[in-house]
């Protein structure tokens, strides 16, 4: 698959603005890990192979993440590997993605507050949105997955 165009140069007032969330979000409440399983579970949601393989590769090299986790996420529901702060996370994020299945419920957003406190349920949904973002912007552009490489070990 070829690229479509360079949504970074094209555009680089808006490229750093979405910089911008993402450094406040790795800045925020929510660990390293959450934040990239949740970055990853969307991705797989949305078919954004740029961004499964981007955070993926961050899951194990900047959060040491074992591979049975990474392989089984698609199962999170079924699989004993997840916390349960982190199937509250998943299953809120799953359901602030696939809004076309209706709106967030109550049910998903209570148990969320079960585990997460209202400060991070915010920040997780600017994760979410975020990623939703930048899953859209690869695939309309065609970003090429397989290049990438974390810039960093944690």
């Not at 790795?26 to 955070?55: W, Y």
């Not at 961050?58 to 916390?83: G, I, K, T």
């Not at 109550?106 to 997780?124: C, F, G, I, K």
Request: glycine content about 4%.
């Amino acid at each position: 698959m070829t690229s479509r165009f360079p949504y970074m140069k094209l555009a680089p007032g808006a490229y750093q603005a979405m910089q911008g969330l993402e450094k406040y979000l790795h800045e925020c409440s929510l660990e390293p890990t959450l934040i990239h399983l949740v970055k990853l579970r969307c991705s797989q949601l949305n078919g954004c192979a740029f961004c499964i393989d981007m955070h993926w590769k961050d899951l194990r090299v900047l959060c040491n993440e074992p591979e049975h986790r990474l392989y089984a996420l698609d199962a999170w529901e079924e699989s004993p590997f997840y916390s349960e702060r982190e199937r509250a996370a998943l299953a809120y994020a799953e359901a602030c993605t696939n809004i076309q299945d209706g709106h967030v419920s109550d049910e998903v957003y209570a148990h969320a507050r079960t585990q997460l406190s209202e400060l991070d349920v915010a920040n997780l949904t600017f994760v979410v949105a975020t990623i939703n973002a930048w899953n859209r912007l690869a695939i309309a552009s065609r970003a090429e997955p397989g290049h990438y490489q974390p810039k960093q070990v944690a």
